[in-house]
C-alpha cells in the first residue's frame, strides 16, 4: 500500500477557498460567470469554490488528456469540448494544478477563438518549477514544490481523487 503524507489539509483548503472566492466577488461585482471546469481533476474545486460565490454561475466542462503513467506526454487532446456558447461571457478556466502550462495554453487559445468577454484562470495549485508553457493564473489558491500530489481532485492513474485534503505520496 502506499503511503500518503498530508501536504494541504482541508481546513487550509476551507480557508484558501473563503479568501479566493472573495476575491472573485469583489472582482466580478453583479456579473454572471462562467466556471469552465477541466474534467477530471477540477470537480471538487470547482463545486466547493462555487458554493462560496453570490454571483450567478454556469458550468461548462471540457476534458483534456496530456498524461500517460503520471507523465505528461507534452500532446494535450480535447476529449469533450463545450456544449453552450461562451460568446460575450465572462469566463473563469477553473483547473486543478497548473505543472508544465501546456494544458491551459492549448485551452487558452482554443475557447479565446470563442470570443468570450473575458477569460481568466483560477488553480488551485501551481508548480512554478516545471513551467513549460507560457502561461500564468490568475488565481492560485496555493504555490507547492515538485511533488506529485493527490487528493480533492488530483489522481494517481485515476485514483485517490476523493481524498479532503491534498496529499504526495511517500516514495
Ligand atoms: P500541464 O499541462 O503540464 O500543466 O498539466 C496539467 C495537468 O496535469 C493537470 O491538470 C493535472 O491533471 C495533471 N497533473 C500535473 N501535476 C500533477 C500532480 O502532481 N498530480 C496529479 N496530477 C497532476
Ligand atoms: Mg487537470
Do not use: H, W
Amino acid at each position: 500500500m502506499k503511503k500518503i503524507k498530508v501536504l494541504i489539509s482541508e481546513e487550509k483548503i476551507n480557508n484558501r477557498l473563503d479568501e479566493l472566492a472573495n476575491q472573485i466577488m469583489d472582482e466580478y461585482k453583479g456579473k454572471d460567470i462562467v466556471f469552465l471546469c477541466i474534467l477530471k481533476g477540477s470537480i471538487f474545486f470547482t463545486v466547493e469554490l462555487a458554493k462560496r460565490i453570490k454571483n450567478n454561475i454556469q458550468f461548462e466542462f471540457v476534458e483534456v488528456s496530456s498524461y500517460e503513467n503520471n507523465e505528461s506526454t507534452g500532446k494535450v487532446n480535447l476529449n469533450k469540448d463545450i456544449t453552450q456558447s461562451i460568446e460575450g461571457k465572462e469566463v473563469i478556466i477553473i483547473e486543478d494544478i497548473v505543472d508544465t502550462g501546456r494544458t491551459l495554453a492549448f485551452l487558452k487559445e482554443l475557447l479565446l477563438e470563442k470570443k468570450p468577454a473575458s477569460l481568466k484562470i483560477c488553480s488551485l495549485l501551481d508548480k512554478p518549477s516545471r513551467r513549460i508553457a507560457n502561461v500564468k493564473a490568475d488565481y492560485v489558491g496555493f504555490a507547492i514544490e515538485d511533488k506529485f500530489v493527490v487528493g480533492y481532485g488530483l489522481d494517481d492513474e485515476q485514483n485517490l481523487r476523493n481524498l479532503n485534503y491534498i496529499g504526495y505520496i511517500e516514495e
